[in-house]
């Protein structure tokens, strides 16, 4: 980068110092990638002669963000995904050398009054030395396949121990007390190559459908034990591809061995905050998709390892456990009961475990999830407690969500003596906000992120395997940052600074796109499966009159539905949609508004942010006259309800919205898209992965709301004239959700990912005992004391 920028200063002299002194003017110190490509593309129009497509171009195309202090200007530039390099350029002398990323924050620092030159840096990059790290920019979030691919050709080749490596993890496997696998008949790999023929010959003069018991007592004598399949056949199967990876070992081979082990019979999947409940707790505030995706994820779950261990000739029950918080005053939610039996699921269990004050007394009320961090330690431990006595042993794997969740994890998965720990993010905050981290004081009274982007970083490093719901998630796009990528290095400026925090090519990362209940989100053509015995109720929500809980109706209710549904977060941007809708009076005669989301009284509401929402809303519907167009219902539905929601607003030929500033991923966005509506996302975060723009719906940039509004009025006036449009809008959405977001192909994928990672852990030192210190030490010396203040 630095030679492009000195052969751009060498060939465009004038040009470069010109737009420099023009970045200068600016009263901000900081600049965002939008200003720094819009001052350039002016200059460039301003002074024609190729500018725009010179070398300056190419290297501010891909700059992410700059910074001055009025004499010297450093730029961030992003040259790749997740790959970056930073710039030094004096304004004066147009001298420019490249300076490393600590230098780059520092500079930073400085303009937010902090100079610190030594302060506490974290760099997790030491610690990854000589560990294998994805190179292709394609590959990110592919981490599987990629470790599968280098570590067994390094395990089996370069070591040449790694089947005595195999037979030891074979012979690690028990159920309660029961040895699995391998029994003590087998002690070396050529013995356990000769047990291989012996049983070989055994099973091939047996029909395919023997079951095991009738050749447990035979196989057992060679040294073989419960695990390696149902009926003779598999067992051979099994055998047989052991047998190949001990010839020549392939990554093929071994994924699809080890998917035949048992070794995940029970799970804890953290979620503490929120009201996590079955009913009535969908659209408060901090509760929502997180809450549906973990219950979905469940039932999926239980319904794969059911099959898998079934399948290898063990019938035991799986066990899973959602651990969340018991809050006694529950709010007509079922929330202060200690067990729930997850629905759906024939064993699955919500386990809720109080948090306690510093006297030990049960706190009672629902604690925002901005709150909650003072809370976790001594949560971990009563969990760990709980745990044991519901298992009777610890589980075999640890699944975190949210960044709470993710740092109970850690510490559970630490303190029960390694066990193997997954990570789903749902959300990471540092991305929502602008400058969340330069300027974390100023927010932290509210927000805390001092403590969540501290106990991020500790989980994000601490876990075996993280699952993300999309690519951009990860690494973004070719223009914006992901989430994790937003990790890599960041100032805190007075706590510490961040040079390596997460690497996005870390082979930890992988796509596991989550789904919608197919059994309740189903396209609205399939009129045998419609819920009519709803309609009534559904009328009544869209059509009806007043009522407590609502505002506004239809005056013209022939016109078609624009219909948003989300929590009444700021984040969201319902406020911004129905401002957009107010402004365009093409839009409004095209269609009338339909928002689910929060409560109509603030009375109702017991957060800061949502109340505020609520004002915004009732004073945007007073002073724009929407009440005859627009109908809010304050309400909670359940799922069943919202399911056929969907599909009433496409038998209407109506169309879903999702206007957020910034979406993680975008449950609504799915199951509307599953139901059949063309569906309008935000380009900001997962919808601009989950729709493909223009064939199974539309993106559109909140940040330009009159736009967005245009290309919605646009389709239904299209759509009115053309009903084929909407057709072939409404086929594609439900075409795309079928081929890629759906439970059945999430948990084949999570057990994979489970066994392979376990395994791995078990096999080579992914352990990372030297990680795992480093961050116990800012566990202690960072986090704690940051939440200790908080209480
Ligand atoms: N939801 C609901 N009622 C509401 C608001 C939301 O049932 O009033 C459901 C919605 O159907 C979806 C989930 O809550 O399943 C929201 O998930 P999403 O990923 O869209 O957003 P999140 O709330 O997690 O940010
Ligand atoms: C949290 C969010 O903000 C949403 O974007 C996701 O869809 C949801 O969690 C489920 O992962």
Same mark, same amino acid.
């Given at each position: ?8 200063i060498d060939?465009?002299r004038? &040009?470069?110092? *010109?737009? @420099? =002194?023009?970045?200068? $003017?600016?009263?901000?110190?900081? /600049? ?6 819009d001052e350039?593309?002016?200059l ?5 002669d190729g ?7 190419r ?5 992410q ?12 530039v992003?040259?790749?995904i ?7 350029i004096?304004?004066a002398?147009l ?13 930073k ?5 902090v100079?610190q030159?030594h ?19 394609? &590959?990110?979030? *592919?981490? @599987? =396949?990629f470790?599968? $691919?280098?570590?067994?050709?390094? /395990? ?20 309660g007390?029961?040895q ?5 008949e087998?002690?070396g790999?050529?013995?356990l190559r000769a ?6 010959e055994?099973?091939e ?10 050749v447990?007592?035979?196989?057992g ?11 003779a056949?598999r ?10 990876i001990?010839?020549?070992p ?10 035949r ?6 799970m804890?999947?953290?979620?503490p ?23 979905d ?7 794969e390892?059911r099959n898998?261990l ?9 066990r899973i ?6 809050i ?7 929330c ?7 629905k ?7 386990l ?11 706190i ?6 901005f ?7 001594r949560?971990a ?18 699944v975190?969500?949210?960044?709470d969740g ?9 303190r ?13 905050e540092k991305?929502?906000y ?23 970083l ?13 690519y ?17 290095s960041?100032?805190?400026?007075g706590?510490?600074r961040?040079?390596?925090g ?6 930890k ?6 789904g ?10 399939q009129k045998e499966?419609?819920?009519?015995d ?9 059509f ?6 609502a505002r506004?109706h ?5 016109k ?6 989300a ?9 911004g949609?129905v ?8 839009l ?15 009375e ?13 809303m009732?004073?945007?519907?007073h002073e ?20 056929e929601?969907y ?14 500033l ?7 966005v799915?199951?509307a898209m599953?139901?059949?509506l063309?569906?309008?996302?935000t ?6 992965e989950i729709?493909q ?9 909140p940040?330009?709301?009159?736009q967005a509004a245009?290309?919605?009025a646009?389709?239904?006036?299209r759509c ?7 057709n072939?809008?409404?086929d594609?959405?439900v ?22 990672y ?14 795992r210190?480093?961050l ?8 704690k ?7």
């Amino acid at each position: 980068m630095i030679k492009l920028l000195e052969t751009a200063i060498d060939e465009q002299r004038e &040009s470069v110092s *010109r737009l @420099v =002194e023009r970045y200068m $003017r600016s009263e901000r110190p900081f /600049l965002v990638r939008s200003e720094l490509w819009d001052e350039f593309r002016e200059l460039a129009e301003a002074e024609g002669d190729g500018l725009g497509d010179s070398k300056l171009g190419r290297l501010l195309y891909n700059a992410q963000e700059g910074a001055h202090d009025g004499k010297t200007l450093v730029l961030a530039v992003r040259y790749q995904i997740a790959r970056w390099a930073y710039l030094w350029i004096d304004a004066a002398t147009l001298e420019a050398r490249e300076i490393d990323v600590s230098q780059y924050l520092q500079f930073k620092e400085r303009l937010v009054g902090v100079d610190q030159p030594h302060a506490l840096e974290l760099d997790i990059e030491p610690f990854m030395r000589g560990f294998p790290r994805l190179q292709e920019t394609r &590959s990110i979030g *592919r981490g @599987v =396949e990629f470790l599968n $691919r280098r570590l067994s050709s390094q /395990l089996f080749f370069e070591l040449g121990k790694g089947d005595r490596k195999l037979l030891e993890f074979l012979k690690a496997h028990t159920v309660g007390k029961r040895q699995l696998m391998i029994n003590g008949e087998i002690q070396g790999v050529q013995e356990l190559r000769a047990a291989i023929r012996t049983a070989n010959e055994l099973l091939e003069r047996l029909p395919g459908q023997t079951p095991w018991s009738e050749v447990e007592r035979e196989l057992g004598s060679m040294g073989f034990e419960p695990g390696w399949g149902d009926t003779a056949a598999r067992v051979q199967e099994t055998l047989q591809l052991l047998s190949d990876i001990l010839e020549a070992p392939a990554p093929g081979v071994l994924e699809q061995f080890l998917a035949r082990i048992p070794m995940i019979f029970s799970m804890a999947i953290l979620s503490p905050h929120g009201y996590f409940g079955q009913e009535n707790v969908l659209g408060r505030p901090d509760t929502g998709g997180q809450v549906v995706y973990i219950l979905d994820q469940v039932r999926a779950l239980e319904a794969e390892m059911r099959n898998r261990l079934s399948e290898q000739g063990i019938n035991i029950e799986p066990r899973i456990y959602i651990i969340t918080r018991l809050i006694p005053e529950s709010d007509g939610t079922l929330c202060h009961q200690r067990i729930e039996q997850v629905k759906g699921c024939k064993s699955a269990k919500i386990l809720r475990v109080p948090f306690r004050d510093q006297h030990g007394e049960v706190i009672p009320q629902w604690i925002s999830r901005f709150e909650i961090w003072p809370h976790l330690d001594r949560f971990a431990d009563e969990v760990q407690h709980e745990l044991l006595t519901e298992l009777g042993t610890r589980p075999d794997l640890i699944v975190g969500n949210y960044s709470d969740g993710n740092l109970v994890a850690t510490l559970l998965a630490d303190r029960l003596g390694g066990v193997t720990q997954c990570n789903i993010a749902h959300a990471l905050e540092k991305t929502k906000y602008l400058y969340s981290d330069l300027y974390w004081r100023d927010n932290d009274e509210q927000y805390h992120f001092s403590c969540q982007f501290t106990a991020d970083l500790i989980a994000m490093n601490a876990a075996d395997f993280i699952i993300t719901s999309t690519y951009q998630e990860i690494a973004g796009t070719s223009y914006s940052v992901g989430q994790y990528e937003a990790y890599e290095s960041f100032p805190m400026p007075g706590l510490y600074r961040v040079v390596q925090g997460i690497d996005a090519f870390d082979p930890k990362f992988n796509i596991v796109s989550p789904g919608a209940d197919a059994d309740i989100y189903f396209p609205y053509n399939q009129k045998e499966w419609r819920r009519t015995d709803l309609h009534e109720e559904i009328g009544a929500l869209i059509f009806g009159g007043e009522r407590e809980d609502a505002r506004g109706h239809f005056a013209d209710p022939d016109k078609p539905i624009l219909f948003t549904m989300a929590r009444l977060d700021r984040i969201k941007n319902i406020t911004g949609l129905v401002e957009w809708y107010a402004e365009s009076e093409r839009l409004q005669k095209a269609v009338n508004l339909l928002v689910v989301a929060g409560s109509v009284n603030e009375e109702h509401s017991g957060d800061r942010e949502e109340q505020e929402q609520i004002r915004t809303m009732h004073s945007l519907m007073h002073e724009n006259g929407l009440d005859d167009k627009m109908r809010w219902l304050g309400v909670r539905l359940n799922k069943e309800i919202t399911g056929e929601l969907y599909r009433c607003v496409a038998d209407h030929r109506g169309a879903f919205v999702q206007p957020a500033l910034f979406e993680a991923f975008g449950l609504t966005v799915v199951e509307a898209m599953a139901s059949g509506l063309p569906t309008f996302a935000t380009r900001y975060g997962g919808p601009l992965e989950i729709v493909q723009n223009g064939v199974s719906g539309f993106h559109i940039d909140p940040n330009h709301g009159d736009q967005a509004a245009e290309l919605m009025a646009e389709f239904f006036e299209r759509c009115a004239r053309d009903p084929d449009h909407w057709n072939a809008i409404s086929d594609g959405a439900v075409a795309r959700v079928q081929a890629r977001y759906t439970w059945k192909l999430y948990a084949e994928r999570m057990m994979t990912l489970s066994r392979i990672y376990g395994f791995w852990r078990h096999v080579t030192d992914l352990e990372r005992a030297e990680t795992r210190r480093y961050l116990e030490m800012f566990y202690k010396l960072q986090y704690k004391p940051l939440a200790e203040a908080m209480a």
